[in-house]
């Protein structure tokens, strides 16, 4: 298949990987930030193919992991009302919330469907004028400039029937988080498809700050392998700059239209993240003048969720400071049939990417 | 009496628990339900095998008896119908018994305000392929039920088979040493119903692998082979069965992920989802394990038919220690993972 299979010969991958292990002297801790990536490394089994001193965390980049759990909690309230239809990616459908997950809030009659794009929700709305269509606005830059052009849609077309439950958050500002916060990250392989919306500017003012190396990173084997390789370069070196070897889908500027999309849609406020905290400026909301279509003002706001008491470790997880395996619940009373928390749930959650592909 | 007041009471504890979509799956929520409730309730040594249907001694000669339901929406999709499906699925479980399809039931439960002339298509494509199967249509049931309480229309068959090969078929007869092949590429019919009822559109367009697999069968039976399982791949597609034959056997499954077979219109597809085509549904493939001297024999016999000419061989059991029962796929890149059965079923990713 074009654009894939090139991007997983295995000669080329066992090239890339034979240099990385010529190229390293001393031991490298990085982090892929991006679920995807997390998921292409176990799939692929890329750890076998580094030198045992590359270690390698699994960073927050995966949507359906830090998604607060008073938002799940209110994802189902929405949910179980009569009127509503709610539509959802698939994967946010298992997260597990206070009590229960999507899943189990269809099976007890909420009207709760699967869609691949927002646009397929604001469809359902137009189709259904009599009913009310909540879409879960979930993910990173990248899913943000679809939901918010569906917003926009549903605004000019007067589509009075659908909102979103916007639980948006923004890589960058997670990223700082995690080098403020004393995990031991000496390079990034940064999430490639964000970038395609961001570009990287952000990356310039993180590395003036933290000195840290910032490779742009896709998803493929080779992709992967050669991000890792040009860490390890500038580890080697010393030096700390971006770097873009996704070039054929990332452009330093991003795209300018997805971005005033989003400017025009949302505003930047802060958000919890599931296991992390708060991090201050780090997510979307809607703006203001498009709140006719925000669930919240429709439905009521989130309210604030009680301490997880469930064990689950995934914050720390998620931060790079807990490998999934050392996580005592892990494989014992976390698994994927009855996860603790997100990380166990999205294929591209560290933990069950660790539980299906066993190192 | 005292026989069925011996037998254990159903240990299923969550009294509110309700039944998820996933319970019908074809994964390891599935496999749950069948152990903890199923099972249970009627435990005898025919059940226990967990065969896709029973066989049943009667003098010299055995037959061979399954239950199969279609509940597919939508009812029609590239590449066949619920009809096409309710015959084939329901042939193919007695010929993974390595039995002669030979007469089965059909049970239809319709809903009111279904349009007879639609009914009419189904019947018809039923009649095709139970000619195409060599089976016969000998009984059945009808039923209506209010608007609203069931999707258009269900369908149930079973069937009856004849056994007349000596051979022992069965999830729990895989050895050590034996080697496994399949009978075609992986996916289509799981793609191909879903673009149907997602309104994804692919080019060239896909249509379901949905046949009747006895003719193939036959030939490996035959031609005299050991043949020591048969599984068809349907829900939860090749990673399902093979976790249960594995587990079954008490053996580890090594495959080579270059051998197996995925076409580029299901590659994409699933590339894009965010599916594994491992686990997407099949409807006319299945897999055979036979000792590893006898599939080059076995491929040859299986290429002369139209449902085994792209066979391949995709991997090997090897001896496992107690309760490692698994399967492991080894990736062009040298490396290996497991192949664990899914929850429930295959949900797309966001990104």
């Given at each position: 298949?074009?654009?894939?299979?090139?991007?997983?010969?295995?000669?080329?991958?066992?090239?890339?990987?034979?240099?990385?292990?010529?190229?390293?002297?001393?031991?490298?801790?990085?982090?892929?930030?991006?679920?995807?990536?997390?998921?292409?490394?176990?799939?692929?089994?890329?750890?076998?193919?580094?030198?045992?001193?590359?270690?390698?965390?699994?960073?927050?980049?995966?949507?359906?992991?830090?998604?607060?759990?008073?938002?799940?909690?209110?994802?189902?309230?929405?949910?179980?009302?009569?009127?509503?239809?709610?539509?959802?990616?698939?994967?946010?459908?298992?997260?597990?919330?206070?009590?229960?997950?999507?899943?189990?809030?269809?099976?007890?009659?909420?009207?709760?469907?699967?869609?691949?794009?927002?646009?397929?929700?604001?469809?359902?709305?137009?189709?259904?004028?009599?009913?009310?269509?909540?879409?879960?606005?979930?993910?990173?830059?990248?899913?943000?400039?679809?939901?918010?052009?569906?917003?926009?849609?549903?605004?000019?077309?007067?589509?009075?029937?659908?909102?979103?439950?916007?639980?948006?958050?923004?890589?960058?500002?997670?990223?700082?988080?995690?080098?403020?916060?004393?995990?031991?990250?000496?390079?990034?392989?940064?999430?490639?498809?964000?970038?395609?919306?961001?570009?990287?500017?952000?990356?310039?003012?993180?590395?003036?700050?933290?000195?840290?190396?910032?490779?742009?990173?896709?998803?493929?084997?080779?992709?992967?392998?050669?991000?890792?390789?040009?860490?390890?370069?500038?580890?080697?070196?010393?030096?700390?700059?971006?770097?873009?070897?996704?070039?054929?889908?990332?452009?330093?500027?991003?795209?300018?239209?997805?971005?005033?999309?989003?400017?025009?849609?949302?505003?930047?406020?802060?958000?919890?993240?599931?296991?992390?905290?708060?991090?201050?400026?780090?997510?979307?909301?809607?703006?203001?003048?498009?709140?006719?279509?925000?669930?919240?003002?429709?439905?009521?706001?989130?309210?604030?969720?009680?301490?997880?008491t469930s064990g689950c470790l995934s914050g720390l997880v998620l931060?790079?400071?807990?490998?999934?395996?050392?996580?005592?619940?892990?494989?014992?009373?976390?698994?994927?049939?009855?996860?603790?928390?997100?990380?166990?749930?999205?294929?591209?959650?560290?933990?069950?990417?660790?539980?299906?592909?066993?190192? | 009496?005292?026989?069925?007041?011996?037998?254990?009471?159903?240990?299923?504890?969550?009294?509110?628990?309700?039944?998820?979509?996933?319970?019908?799956?074809?994964?390891?929520?599935?496999?749950?339900?069948?152990?903890?409730?199923?099972?249970?309730?009627?435990?005898?040594?025919?059940?226990?095998?967990?065969?896709?249907?029973?066989?049943?001694?009667?003098?010299?000669?055995?037959?061979?008896?399954?239950?199969?339901?279609?509940?597919?929406?939508?009812?029609?999709f590239p590449g066949g119908d619920i009809g096409t499906l309710a015959?084939?699925?329901?042939?193919?479980?007695?010929?993974?018994?390595?039995?002669?399809?030979?007469?089965?039931?059909?049970?239809?439960?319709?809903?009111?305000?279904?349009?007879?002339?639609?009914?009419?298509?189904?019947?018809?494509?039923?009649?095709?392929?139970?000619?195409?199967?060599?089976?016969?249509?000998?009984?059945?049931?009808?039923?209506?039920?209010?608007?609203?309480?069931?999707?258009?229309?269900?369908?149930?068959?079973?069937?009856?088979?004849?056994?007349?090969?000596?051979?022992?078929?069965?999830?729990?007869?895989?050895?050590?040493?034996?080697?496994?092949?399949?009978?075609?590429?992986?996916?289509?019919?799981?793609?191909?119903?879903?673009?149907?009822?997602?309104?994804?559109?692919?080019?060239?367009?896909?249509?379901?692998?949905?046949?009747?697999?006895?003719?193939?069968?036959?030939?490996?039976?035959?031609?005299?082979?050991?043949?020591?399982?048969?599984?068809?791949?349907?829900?939860?597609?090749?990673?399902?069965?093979?976790?249960?034959?594995?587990?079954?056997?008490?053996?580890?499954?090594?495959?080579?992920?270059?051998?197996?077979?995925?076409?580029?219109?299901?590659?994409?597809?699933?590339?894009?989802?965010?599916?594994?085509?491992?686990?997407?549904?099949?409807?006319?493939?299945?897999?055979?394990?036979?000792?590893?001297?006898?599939?080059?024999?076995?491929?040859?016999?299986?290429?002369?038919?139209?449902?085994?000419?792209?066979?391949?061989?995709?991997?090997?059991?090897?001896?496992?220690?107690?309760?490692?029962?698994?399967?492991?796929?080894?990736?062009?890149?040298?490396?290996?993972?497991?192949?664990?059965?899914?929850?429930?079923?295959?949900?797309?990713?966001?990104?």
């Amino acid at each position: 298949m074009r654009f894939v299979d090139e991007f997983r010969d295995p000669d080329i991958a066992k090239r890339i990987a034979a240099r990385i292990h010529r190229t390293l002297t001393r031991p490298l801790t990085l982090m892929e930030v991006c679920g995807g990536q997390t998921h292409s490394i176990v799939r692929f089994g890329l750890q076998e193919l580094l030198p045992d001193t590359i270690h390698l965390l699994h960073g927050p980049g995966c949507p359906v992991c830090v998604t607060p759990v008073e938002l799940i909690d209110k994802a189902m309230e929405i949910a179980r009302r009569p009127e509503v239809v709610f539509c959802s990616f698939g994967d946010m459908l298992r997260v597990p919330g206070t009590r229960g997950d999507l899943l189990s809030a269809k099976s007890a009659g909420a009207d709760v469907r699967v869609v691949y794009s927002p646009m397929d929700a604001l469809k359902t709305a137009r189709e259904n004028p009599s009913r009310e269509i909540v879409f879960f606005a979930v993910g990173f830059e990248t899913t943000a400039p679809a939901n918010a052009m569906a917003v926009l849609q549903a605004h000019t077309g007067q589509v009075n029937n659908f909102s979103v439950l916007v639980a948006h958050v923004l890589v960058p500002p997670a990223m700082e988080t995690i080098l403020r916060g004393g995990t031991r990250v000496e390079a990034f392989l940064a999430a490639g498809h964000a970038c395609t919306v961001t570009g990287f500017a952000d990356y310039e003012r993180m590395i003036a700050q933290y000195r840290v190396p910032i490779v742009i990173t896709g998803f493929e084997p080779t992709d992967i392998l050669q991000g890792i390789l040009l860490c390890v370069r500038q580890h080697e070196n010393g030096e700390a700059r971006v770097e873009n070897p996704y070039a054929r889908a990332v452009r330093p500027p991003g795209n300018p239209l997805a971005q005033e999309l989003c400017r025009e849609v949302f505003r930047v406020v802060d958000r919890n993240w599931r296991g992390i905290g708060a991090i201050p400026q780090s997510g979307f909301a809607l703006q203001p003048r498009y709140a006719r279509h925000d669930a919240e003002q429709r439905f009521g706001g989130v309210m604030d969720t009680p301490r997880d008491t469930s064990g689950c470790l995934s914050g720390l997880v998620l931060q790079g400071r807990l490998r999934p395996v050392d996580c005592p619940a892990f494989g014992k009373r976390c698994t994927p049939q009855h996860p603790l928390g997100a990380t166990m749930v999205s294929p591209e959650g560290a933990c069950a990417a660790y539980y299906r592909y066993p190192p | 009496m005292n026989d069925f007041l011996s037998i254990c009471p159903i240990p299923f504890s969550d009294a509110d628990e309700c039944i998820q979509l996933a319970h019908g799956g074809g994964g390891r929520k599935m496999q749950d339900l069948l152990r903890n409730l199923i099972l249970p309730a009627f435990e005898n040594p025919f059940l226990r095998t967990q065969h896709d249907g029973a066989v049943l001694g009667a003098g010299n000669s055995s037959i061979a008896f399954t239950t199969d339901s279609f509940v597919v929406r939508p009812l029609f999709f590239p590449g066949g119908d619920i009809g096409t499906l309710a015959i084939n699925g329901t042939v193919n479980d007695l010929a993974m018994c390595g039995a002669r399809p030979r007469w089965l039931s059909a049970g239809l439960i319709l809903e009111e305000g279904f349009p007879v002339g639609t009914l009419r298509r189904v019947l018809d494509s039923m009649r095709e392929a139970a000619h195409r199967a060599g089976v016969q249509l000998v009984t059945g049931d009808t039923k209506v039920v209010d608007r609203g309480k069931c999707d258009g229309l269900f369908i149930n068959t079973a069937g009856i088979g004849t056994i007349t090969h000596p051979v022992s078929i069965g999830p729990g007869r895989v050895e050590p040493g034996d080697a496994l092949l399949i009978n075609g590429d992986l996916g289509r019919h799981g793609i191909a119903v879903m673009s149907a009822r997602e309104g994804l559109e692919f080019e060239p367009p896909l249509t379901s692998d949905c046949a009747p697999v006895w003719e193939p069968v036959q030939a490996l039976l035959d031609a005299g082979l050991e043949v020591h399982c048969l599984r068809d791949l349907t829900r939860g597609g090749l990673v399902s069965a093979l976790n249960e034959i594995a587990s079954a056997s008490g053996v580890e499954i090594r495959l080579e992920e270059n051998t197996i077979p995925v076409c580029q219109a299901v590659r994409g597809a699933c590339e894009l989802l965010g599916l594994d085509p491992l686990s997407v549904a099949n409807e006319g493939r299945f897999v055979a394990v036979l000792p590893e001297h006898q599939i080059p024999e076995a491929l040859s016999v299986l290429h002369a038919h139209r449902h085994g000419k792209n066979a391949v061989r995709i991997g090997r059991a090897c001896s496992a220690s107690p309760g490692q029962a698994r399967v492991t796929l080894r990736s062009p890149l040298g490396t290996t993972r497991l192949l664990d059965m899914l929850s429930g079923e295959q949900l797309p990713r966001i990104c």
